[in-house]
């Protein structure tokens, strides 16, 4: 198998993300640009070799949107002997995560500038990794918007795919609404199956996050949800 699909709506005409134009600090260019260069995997549809871009072999795991990177590197800190692939759109997360990588002298994430639906389709082999992290997509509030929400059948079905037997697909949302999508479509796919009855507690290699306390403060209930792969 090469790893790249031939489902016309794995290519996603309708995208979950907008990369908006915003001010980047100084330091979160250079995180950008110098950073980049010591922590950055191109995007190129070809298979990864995770032992090669990690220099040593290692479970690994993919992170699908990591906003501003912290929570990427205090999990990355917090297991060294694990890979993590961050993948993210917006410039700023980016030049922030390559900066928290420097700034703690970690070696064990690299990180991919591009949509994750292409890195799956083209960059990750099937069976490949041990997890898989999405905390906190953007939750596309207005019913109208609700199609541009990333956990949609079809992308879930790729999930699966990617990951080894028993390994785990890991999401998080302040949104029940959303929380509600993601329980009904990660229940249908029959490569997956549940850990609990519903919802998940918190594992302990999820900290909680800046994004996360703030929501709670707005009375948002944060939900966690947590399946393995068949094997």
Not at 3 to 9: H, K
Not at 10 to 27: D, Q
Not at 103 to 127: C, F, T, W, Y
Request: proline letters at 7%; hydrophobic letters at 40%; one cysteine or more.
């Amino acid at each position: 198998m090469t790893g790249e699909s031939t489902d016309q709506s794995l290519h996603r005409p309708i995208r979950s993300f907008v990369v908006r134009a915003g001010r980047m600090s100084p330091k979160q260019e250079r995180g950008l640009t110098e950073g980049m260069s010591r922590h950055g995997v191109d995007y190129t549809p070809a298979l990864l070799d995770f032992a090669n871009i990690f220099s040593r072999n290692a479970r690994t795991i993919l992170e699908i949107g990591f906003g501003m990177g912290a929570t990427t590197a205090d999990i990355a800190a917090a297991h060294p002997d694990t890979n993590y692939l961050a993948v993210e759109v917006h410039p700023p997360g980016v030049g922030s995560l390559c900066n928290l990588l420097d700034d703690q002298s970690l070696v064990n994430v690299k990180v991919i500038r591009h949509d994750a639906v292409e890195v799956l389709n083209h960059m990750i082999a099937p069976g490949s990794l041990a997890g898989i992290h999405i905390y906190f997509p953007d939750p596309w509030h207005k019913a109208r918007h609700n199609k541009r929400r990333l956990v949609q059948p079809a992308l879930v079905s790729l999930l699966a795919s990617r990951l080894a037997p028993d390994g785990y697909l890991h999401l998080a949302t302040d949104w029940v609404p959303y929380a509600e999508h993601m329980l009904e479509v990660l229940s249908a796919e029959p490569l997956l199956k549940k850990t609990s009855v519903d919802y998940a507690r918190r594992p302990s290699w999820r900290p909680e996050t800046k994004f996360e306390r703030r929501g709670l403060k707005l009375g948002h209930e944060v939900r966690d949800l947590l399946f393995t792969k068949r094997p």
